[in-house]
């Protein structure tokens, strides 16, 4: 008798089996910031809420926009949109929201690369900045860095990760003692890795995991959307 549960359990687990392998079978791989499939895993919604205490210190809201970055006129660049009627980078468009909520000040991450402004050209570029673990260097600095308990930073995912341009802010400053939080552009990915690649390279600093995250194609009517996402950070 004992013999027969197990066999049945066995056919059982087998059928199991075979339907999920049909099923991922016929699943698409996630798509990529380059428009291009990829077969990396797609991201996972991060369920848990994160709160903020910035009682004592100063807010930083520090990003990273190609469209301030760029070969061409920002207003040109493929990284731009229009919130208001006002043209401006996706990130400094975020940026200028989490401002409007926190108070805090602004500082844009410029780099001494000039990106290209078209959208096919620029992922091209970054993606051999990865596969050259590429340290951009940077022509902007925080002037008082310890003059700030928390740190907002922005920035764009390209091909499943941060720019490389955010390495090079990340190996700059020694965060420790202090709150990160992250914000991020993309065109599907959304944060994908980048949040555990914070933490690993920032370990001593409390990084919020519910960071906002918004599709490049909604950036314009974010602002309620962050407005709420701020809100429940405990502003």
């Known amino acids: ?3 027969n549960r197990k066999k049945s359990a066995a056919i ?6 075979v339907l999920q392998a049909a099923g991922c079978g016929n699943a698409e791989p996630p798509v990529n910031d380059s428009g291009a499939q990829s077969s990396s895993p797609a991201s996972v919604e991060i369920e848990e809420r994160d709160t903020i205490s910035t009682e004592d210190g100063k807010i930083l809201i520090a990003y990273f926009s190609a469209g301030e970055n760029s070969d061409v006129d920002a207003v040109s660049s493929a990284s731009v949109t229009t919130v208001d009627g006002e043209a401006k980078g996706r990130l400094r ?3 200028d929201m989490i401002q409007a909520e926190t108070g805090g000040e602004l500082f844009s991450i410029q780099t001494s690369v000039k990106y290209p402004g078209d959208g096919g050209e620029l992922i091209d570029y970054a993606a051999k900045e990865q596969d050259e673990d590429a340290r951009p260097e940077l022509t902007s600095h925080i002037e008082n860095p310890d003059d700030y308990d928390v740190i ?3 920035f764009p995912t390209w ?3 941060m720019p490389q ?3 090079s802010f990340f190996d700059e400053y020694d965060f420790s ?6 914000f991020n552009v993309h065109n599907g990915s959304r944060f994908s890795g980048t949040i555990e690649t ?6 001593d600093a409390e990084v919020i995991t519910d960071g906002f995250t918004v599709s490049e194609r909604d950036v314009a009517e974010a602002a309620g959307d962050v407005a709420d996402w701020i809100s429940g950070l405990g502003y």
């Open 1 to 3: 008798m004992m013999k």
């Open 12 to 17: 059982l687990a087998g059928m199991i089996l």
């Open 93 to 95: 468009a975020v940026a």
């Open 152 to 154: 907002f930073v922005g």
């Open 159 to 161: 091909w499943y990760d």
């Open 165 to 167: 341009a955010l390495y």
């Open 177 to 182: 003692g202090k709150t990160i939080v992250p």
């Open 198 to 203: 914070i933490q690993s390279l920032e370990p």
